[in-house]
């Protein structure tokens, strides 16, 4: 028997519960008196609480012992704990755990939840029978408040959707759905709506039915950007709800019911991450906003600590989602749970098109060659030390290396030429997208050169300028600025519906980020609360000017083609060391190089927190790594597969130390290959560092290690380098690199001639829902309006019928409500008729000739048959019983008219050929 084998078998069921199940117990804040182990669970009085524990003698056949049974404080019981030792698989204590369920639920009728932990890993499997995967043991308050939500919740299917939160029928419609998805026991769900189109709002319309439903409680809404927390607190929380909102970004807090933080103060936290200090049910509904796509939680930590129902959502195009984010929400063949596109969005009138146009100019697609350059931009460069026969930059070095503002200023007037206008000859609202604050200020720079008296319409808004929010708020809510250059303060998160301009002068690499950033012109007019800035007071569509650098187009990488693949998260730089080393450990060392890789391995090991949940699952392979540390190299692929991602949870000091480490540790590898010209370009890096460090002479750290510094400059140093010269390099010189600063190199200002290249059109043009198109090709009503027949109002509404069928939602009252748009004029467009006569006019024209001229009324008979008309036009039907409802019976129509005359003009309504 091998000593792994050996030291698994000592870490029986006793040794499992001691050093694991019951810490992770106490760390959850539950206490001794409420945790019974081994309790009989045949011969127990569960109802009265008189609980039978292992006494040595159990009756065979007849005797079952509960691990552990967790209570309320009222000695209730809320939950089963079934233990296995360390070695098993705990989910081998299923059978036994539904059984002890089973007694107990047949003395009190009431189901009770259980676990299935080894120590290592939990399982949950709650009232319903619904099994997942858990971080650990729920704390007593929390099992507590989920029996109660069990007890009292109602089908969320039924609950009535709050019209007060979403009023339109699609956002309706998608709540409804998820109501739906969540009522069959699905615990996670993505939503895909396009930005501008009401995310938010339906965010807070399921939370609020779940709530109501009693389905959840405690509820969490994450972002990674600070802007979009701020919109969900203040345009969501606050505004449909009257409670408390704890906002973690002020500091942990656990009384509340609504949450809000961002990914970051989640992750943050120096000896324990802030979510680690919440129990793992704390929160029943937690919604993400982008946030599972955050690099500061690229392992997706928050959603496998928390057991909780988990809603995504995504503004980004589905055929443009990654498969992982579909994956993580339980969503197959890569569609989201529920959609709501932007072509939908524009079909619907909730959305406007976009008109864009890609520009190439010749010094952003070609660069500048200094050997064409006249004699005095020749100058200008050797003004900068630069020598203009050699110096040759590529499109793609703007604002990397050069800046051009002869190229700044093409394209302030390209845009000033194009760009829509508000009625006084003024910019309608418009974002600059630009590549760089140092960018940005120079194109605001530039602007009040080339028109002056829009000074102060044109202003930069970027994070390192001292209350910036103000003139974020100034951007929003007044008409100066009109236009804001910015530098990821306005991609996301801002809603300003009169932007009518974008203006791309960087390339955006990200498909997320590019759609978020689109988003910020997709506003329709009936958003808008200042007509005014509009061109002709109206926004039909909005324009995007996209200047192409280095050859790379935002509209052709994004709109055209499938877009850039969404980067596959970056591992750490401290899991990339770690796995460094493992691999060394397959080289041929000397026993002297095994025990340096050896100890440093194993410290990263023997660092790791062991009551982190991420570290606990894995400590059955810790555990066998530990016990042969002296063999390490028979481990390399455990070390690199099963261990090294926990490294993840080891930060590092300093990012400029951890990456020193990492680049300088490769001379390990250098040494085995006898590389000798990769050591002379690491030594080369090393002394650049070294240098660096050395002129902050001032400090006490770099007074303390000169000699140790001076010491690995010279030549000697590295002759002959070894392992432990590399070693030493990382523990006595490392620690240091949190002092070194980057020299910084002034961008070269190169003001060569610049002209436009060429234009490439790229118009939004959204085909009608197929089903739609071939409904409306094969009617025998639709024909009718193609002929010019005209149809009557039974007509109308069972057309409306057949279209809402067809597309829920589609009916006359929503469109005339959520595209402000006359029903028949609608029909007309779909159609593709171009009559302009006003339905309205045209209705109110006929109902006169059919019904008042055509009899001798009296002066108040007529008044009423105005506002019947009135009313008529506009909702295109009348029903007899509309008349004994406001506005019509205010009018008290069965006073002056006989219900027989009133029969007959309802009948003549509806007679009567509406287009």
Same mark, same amino acid.
């Given at each position: 028997m091998d000593t792994y084998t050996e030291n698994f078998q000592l870490k029986n069921e006793q040794k499992t519960r001691k050093d694991l199940i019951d810490p992770a117990l106490e760390k959850v804040g539950w206490l001794s008196k409420y945790i019974k182990e081994e309790v009989n669970s045949v011969k127990s009085d569960f109802k009265n609480k008189d609980f039978i524990l292992f006494k040595g003698e159990p009756e065979h056949g007849v005797d079952r012992f509960i691990d552990y049974l967790l209570l309320d404080e009222d000695n209730s019981v809320l939950a089963i704990i079934e233990a296995k030792r360390f070695s098993k698989n705990p989910e081998k204590g299923r059978i036994q755990a539904r059984t002890y369920s089973k007694d107990i639920e047949g003395q009190i009728g009431i189901k009770v939840p259980f676990f299935l932990t080894n120590g290592a890993k939990w399982f949950f499997i709650d009232e319903e029978g619904i099994e997942r995967k858990v971080s650990g043991p729920f704390s007593q308050e929390d099992l507590k408040r989920r029996r109660e939500i069990h007890k009292k919740s109602r089908d969320p299917a039924v609950v009535k959707v709050n019209h007060r939160i979403v009023d339109r029928p699609r956002s309706i419609k998608i709540v409804r759905e998820l109501s739906e998805h969540f009522s069959k026991g699905h615990r996670t769900a993505l939503v895909h709506m396009a930005t501008g189109t009401g995310k938010t709002r339906v965010a807070m319309a399921i939370i609020d039915l779940l709530r109501n439903a009693n389905v959840v409680r405690n509820v969490l809404f994450i972002a990674d950007r600070i802007a979009l927390v701020e919109q969900t607190k203040t345009s969501g929380f606050e505004q449909f709800f009257t409670e408390p909102i704890a906002d973690l970004r002020e500091g942990f807090k656990n009384t509340a019911r609504l949450y809000v933080s961002t990914v970051q103060t989640l992750m943050g936290g120096k000896h324990e991450k802030m979510y680690e200090k919440f129990s793992p049910a704390f929160f029943d509904l937690i919604v993400f906003d982008e946030a599972h796509r955050s690099i500061y939680d690229k392992n997706n930590h928050i959603q496998q600590y928390f057991d909780a129902i988990m809603i995504g959502l995504t503004a980004t195009p589905r055929e443009r989602e990654s498969q992982s984010t579909f994956e993580l929400f339980g969503c197959r063949e890569g569609k989201p749970t529920v959609e709501y596109s932007y072509e939908d969005a524009i079909r619907d009138g909730v959305l406007v098109p976009y008109r864009a146009e890609a520009l190439q100019t010749k010094v952003l697609e070609l660069g500048i060659y200094g050997g064409e350059l006249n004699k005095r931009l020749k100058t200008q460069?050797?003004?900068?030390?630069?020598?203009?026969?050699?110096?040759? /930059?590529?499109?793609?070095?703007?604002?990397?290396?050069? +800046?051009?503002?002869?190229?700044?200023?093409?394209?302030?007037?390209?845009? +000033? &030429?194009?760009?829509?206008?508000?009625n006084e000859g003024k910019p309608a609202k418009t974002i600059f997208f630009c590549a760089s604050q140092r960018h940005a200020r120079q194109v605001k720079k530039v602007f009040g050169e080339l028109f002056p008296k829009l000074s102060a319409d044109v202003q930069a808004i970027t994070s390192d300028m001292y209350r910036a929010e103000d003139e974020v708020k100034r951007f929003k809510i007044s008409s100066e600025p009109r236009i804001a250059i910015s530098v990821g303060m306005l991609d996301t998160g801002v809603d300003i519906p009169e932007v009518c301009n974008l203006v791309f002068v960087k390339p955006v690499f990200s498909n997320v980020r590019f759609w978020q950033m689109l988003g910020r012109g997709t506003r329709n007019f009936k958003s808008c609360k200042h007509p005014e800035w509009l061109p002709n007071g109206d926004k039909k569509d909005f324009l995007i000017f996209d200047f192409t650098i280095g050859g790379y187009s935002n509209l052709r990488i994004h709109l055209e083609s499938e877009g850039v693949p969404e980067k596959e998260p970056q591992k750490s730089v401290m899991v990339k060391i770690f796995e460094n080393r493992a691999n060394l450990l397959d080289k041929s060392l000397t026993e002297s190089q095994k025990n340096i890789i050896s100890n440093k391995i194993m410290g990263s090991i023997n660092s790791l927190d062991e009551g982190s949940f991420i570290v606990r699952e894995k400590l059955p392979i810790i555990e066998q790594v530990k016990s042969n540390s002296s063999y390490l190299e028979n481990y390399v692929n455990e070390? #690199?597969?099963?261990?090294?991602?926990?490294?993840? =949870?080891?930060?590092?000091?300093?990012?400029? /130390?951890?990456?020193?480490?990492?680049?300088? !540790?490769?001379?390990?590898?250098?040494?085995?290959?006898?590389?000798?010209?990769?050591?002379?370009? =690491?030594?080369?890096? /090393?002394?650049? +560092?070294?240098?660096?460090?050395?002129?902050?002479?001032?400090?006490?750290?770099?007074?303390?290690?000169?000699?140790?510094?001076?010491?690995?400059?010279?030549?000697?140093?590295?002759?002959?380098l070894a392992f432990e010269d590399v070693e030493f390099l990382v523990r006595e010189l490392a620690p240091l690199m949190k002092y070194f600063e980057p020299e910084r190199k002034e961008i070269i200002q190169s003001d060569?001639?610049?002209?436009? +290249?060429?234009? !490439?059109?790229?118009?939004?043009? /959204?085909?009608?829902?197929?089903?739609?198109? !071939?409904?409306?090709?094969?009617?025998?009503?639709?024909? #009718?309006? #193609?002929?010019?027949?005209?149809?009557?109002?039974?007509?109308?509404?069972?057309?409306?019928r057949e279209l809402n069928i067809r597309k829920p939602g589609l009916t006359i009252d929503n469109v005339q409500k959520h595209q402000n748009k006359d029903f028949i004029i609608f029909l007309r467009e779909i159609i593709g008729l171009s009559r302009t006569e006003d339905?309205?006019? =045209?209705?109110?024209?006929?109902?006169?000739?059919?019904?008042? !001229?055509?009899?001798?009324?009296?002066?108040?008979?007529?008044?009423?048959?105005?506002?019947?008309?009135?009313?008529?036009?506009?909702?295109?039907?009348?029903? =007899?019983?509309?008349?004994?409802?406001?506005?019509?019976? &205010?009018?008290?129509?069965?006073?002056?008219?006989?219900?027989?005359?009133?029969?007959?003009?309802?009948?003549?309504?509806?007679?009567?050929?509406?287009?």
């Open positions: 460069l050797r003004r900068q030390e630069e020598d203009p026969d050699t110096f040759e /930059v590529t499109g793609s070095d703007f604002d990397r290396i050069f +800046m051009d503002d002869k190229t700044n200023e093409l394209i302030i007037r390209e845009f +000033m &030429d194009r760009c829509y206008k508000s070390l #690199k597969d099963e261990i090294s991602s926990l490294m993840i =949870l080891e930060p590092g000091s300093n990012s400029t /130390v951890s990456s020193f480490i990492l680049k300088t !540790e490769n001379l390990f590898g250098f040494i085995l290959a006898r590389n000798h010209e990769e050591i002379g370009k =690491l030594r080369s890096y /090393v002394s650049y +560092m070294l240098r660096n460090i050395l002129t902050k002479d001032n400090l006490n750290d770099i007074k303390m290690k000169r000699d140790e510094i001076l010491r690995a400059m010279q030549n000697q140093f590295w002759e002959d060569a001639p610049d002209f436009i +290249m060429s234009r !490439e059109q790229f118009v939004k043009e /959204v085909e009608e829902d197929p089903k739609i198109k !071939e409904f409306l090709e094969g009617n025998n009503i639709i024909w #009718k309006i #193609k002929e010019g027949q005209g149809i009557t109002s039974p007509e109308l509404l069972e057309l409306e339905p309205k006019a =045209l209705i109110e024209k006929r109902f006169s000739q059919f019904i008042i !001229e055509k009899s001798q009324y009296s002066s108040r008979q007529i008044d009423f048959l105005l506002l019947l008309r009135r009313m008529f036009a506009d909702r295109k039907h009348i029903e =007899l019983g509309d008349l004994a409802e406001p506005p019509l019976s &205010d009018e008290h129509p069965l006073d002056i008219f006989e219900i027989g005359e009133l029969e007959r003009i309802v009948d003549c309504c509806n007679r009567i050929k509406m287009c």
